[in-house]
DNA sequence: CTACATCCTCTAGCGACTAGAGGTGCAAGA
DNA sequence: TCTTGCACCTCTAGTCGCTAGAGGATGTAG
């Protein structure tokens, strides 16, 4: 049972040290035991919480979808039906954003092509922004 | 010469009043003359500009690149080579942006597809989440 | 003239951190 | 033992791009 200092727990979880603080403040993760110089002392299972927390924030997921994520986990007897609409959710937030950024690198192609490396009053990217009537994919 | 009152501006240009109003303060648009009773009195000029910048921000630049794009607009005589880079380097990010959100939609949908609608302690959502390791695509 | 929409300024808040100031704790080498 | 130097502590304020609200002035239609 060695003390797992905060520098320690952001190594092993891949949180920074601020962010675990933060976390912690904005009551996400519950506040560890102290040492006696005041210093926070973490378990393992918090280690386990913070990759869950960064995990699921690389996926996309706002805090507090995570906060009810992680309510969820800790009580395993719940139905998971909860977790199922909120991965669905971001699943369709996801596949939307997708179709955008399709639409939006297609614009952006069709601009940085068309652009002559002149002047300005010939470029095709400065064209486009001001004329949005140019866009081949109108609906952003 | 009719006065475009600020709500006008907005509703030609797609630009909320308060954004518009915004947009001044932070010196993206020139502060426009003013009626006797104080009121903003815009020219067509700054509808223009502010479709372009609601164009440029639709198309997800920051401010910082629409400024820069927005005086290269002002100097038509200027190379075109930093909107160029702009928008290459705009068009990048979204590549990458793309190639992250595919990969995180595979893992989602892996999710969403193994849960069986039971309970948390057999619900994949949680399970991935807590395990990175159980990512098809961990390079996220 | 009155009602009501629109305008004005100003401050504070959002999410999810991040940066910095100013100070304390702790482990290792001389 | 002392000192060096890193890691830790708290707290406040800043980031980005707006958005919301308070509290009041102006403009317009009936």
Chains 1, 2 share one sequence.
Do not use: W
Request: charged residues 25%; glycine residues 6%; hydrophobic residues 40%.
């Amino acid at each position: 049972m060695k003390k797992i200092t905060i520098g320690e727990a952001a190594r092993q979880s891949g949180v920074k040290v601020p962010t675990v603080r933060y976390y912690e403040s904005i009551g996400l993760l519950a506040a560890p035991s102290r040492s006696e110089g005041n210093q926070r002392s973490f378990e393992p299972a918090d280690i386990s919480r913070l990759a869950f927390i960064r995990h699921a924030r690389e996926l996309g997921f706002e805090i507090d979808a995570i906060r009810t994520l992680l309510t969820l986990q800790d009580d395993p007897h719940q139905s998971c039906a909860s977790a199922d609409a909120i991965a669905k959710a971001r699943l369709i937030e996801v596949e939307q954003r997708i179709r955008s950024l399709m639409a939006l690198k297609a614009e952006l192609e069709i601009m940085v092509e068309g652009c002559g490396h002149g002047r300005v009053d010939q470029c095709r990217v400065i064209e486009v922004l001001a004329d949005h009537g140019q866009c081949t994919h109108p609906h952003h």
